[in-house]
């Protein structure tokens, strides 16, 4: 799949697991991303695994690989607008999925997960693998 792309932490972490399918989209991507949150999630799982030191080894060199993405100000009004549009819909999503949808939109990317609640945001560009 050719583009640009920002992973979710669960494409990140098949990625790790060396899943031949998104391996192949994600080499194909003309560009890939990871955003702040999802860098954060992926320290957490690190910290609470039974390996820590082994696993945030491991977040860390997959980190240098790809662009971080921080949130601006502009992605906090991106975020506005899109939990707002959500709460009308009556189908809120977890917090850093917001943040992480609002990284995407902001930056025209198109975000790589297998949650399907990302389904309810306009304007997100997003595949699976």
């Known amino acids: 799949m050719a583009g640009r792309l920002l992973l979710d932490s669960n494409a990140v972490i098949a990625f790790l697991a060396n899943d031949?399918?998104?391996?192949?989209?994600?080499?194909?991507?003309?560009?890939?991303?990871?955003?702040?949150?999802?860098?954060?999630?992926l320290y957490y799982g690190a910290a609470k695994s039974s390996r820590v030191e082994e696993n945030i080894a491991v977040v860390d060199r997959f980190a240098r690989t790809c662009s971080?993405?921080?949130c601006t100000g502009r992605t906090a009004h991106t975020y506005g607008h899109l939990k707002a549009a959500l709460k009308d819909k009556g189908k809120p999503i977890p917090e850093n999925d917001l943040w992480i949808a609002a990284v995407a939109v902001e930056n025209d990317l198109t975000l790589m997960t297998r949650d399907v609640h990302f389904e309810s945001i306009d304007g997100?560009?997003?595949t699976s693998w």
Do not use: N, P, Q
């Open 124 to 126: 997100l560009k997003f």
């Open 20 to 41: 031949a399918e998104l391996r192949f989209k994600i080499v194909d991507a003309d560009e890939v991303f990871i955003s702040t949150t999802v860098l954060g999630e």
């Open 68 to 70: 971080v993405l921080v």
